[in-house]
């Protein structure tokens, strides 16, 4: 079974329009992690939770919500999308300091 | 200057070379020191973590850690096409223990 997964896997929208992200965790974990990654690979930290509260909220504009309705799961909903929206947004978790990683959702803004 | 830098290659070798890759640091205060492998269109993969300073293998990997120079590298023995991948250098510690700070991956693929 995935460890850390993610839902949808590819994600084609428009801009202005919203979309929500979904992440699952059966690691037992008690934080989850938001990252955005862009062309060049770059991995940058957007959010992340500890057993529901926020305790990370990198410089990411408030059209980004991270919701947590319980320690397994972490979900970003992003409203009115915009062109530069367009990256592989990955979701972690850990318990400690290394993280495992999901999938990732591959969002395209048209 | 970035926390972390890695040179993001494309790095190309040939089977069965020893790959060595690098990353620098500026933070003193970091004490956890990760490599992570990522698959085209996967999601990161922890390959290998070291606490401090030292060594640590596993298998055909080795990773090093100069906290002096504040310098990681991560070897490859005996390298092979599977290891084709981008690979990235993470760490964590002090006042950014709560978070890991990943540089830019290097991309390396083997030769056949």
């Known amino acids: 079974d995935t460890a850390v997964s993610q839902t949808p896997k590819y994600l084609v929208t428009q801009m202005g329009n919203d979309k929500s992200i979904k992440c699952e965790q059966n690691?037992?974990?008690?934080?989850m992690y938001w990252y955005k990654q862009d062309s060049k690979k770059f991995l940058k930290i957007m959010f992340s939770?500890?057993?529901?509260?926020?305790?990370i909220n990198e410089t990411v504009p408030n059209r980004f919500s991270p919701k947590s309705p319980d320690k397994a799961h972490l979900n970003l909903h992003i409203n009115s999308l915009e062109l530069g929206d367009s990256a592989v947004y990955f979701c972690?978790?850990?318990?400690?300091?290394?993280?495992?990683f999901g999938p990732g959702t591959r969002l395209t803004v048209l | 200057q970035k926390e972390v830098e890695q040179d993001p290659g494309p790095l190309s070798v040939p089977e069965g070379a020893i790959v060595s890759l690098n990353c620098t640091y500026s933070?003193?205060?970091?004490?956890?020191f990760m490599w992570y492998r990522q698959y085209s269109r996967k999601g990161p993969e922890l390959l290998m973590y070291?606490?401090?300073?030292g060594n640590k293998e596993d298998g055909r990997f080795t990773a090093q850690v100069d906290k002096s120079s504040k310098y990681i590298s991560l070897f490859i023995r005996d390298s092979q096409p599977s290891d084709s991948a981008t690979y990235l250098c993470?760490?964590?510690?002090?006042?950014?223990?709560?978070?890991?700070?990943f540089g830019s991956g290097t991309r390396l693929s083997i030769r056949p």
């Open positions: 070291t606490y401090s300073s």
């Open positions: 939770y500890n057993n529901k509260e926020l305790i």
């Open positions: 972690a978790s850990s318990q400690g300091t290394l993280q495992f």
């Open positions: 993470a760490m964590s510690g002090g006042s950014s223990a709560s978070k890991i700070i």
């Open positions: 933070n003193s205060a970091f004490q956890y």
């Open positions: 690691l037992g974990h008690d934080t």
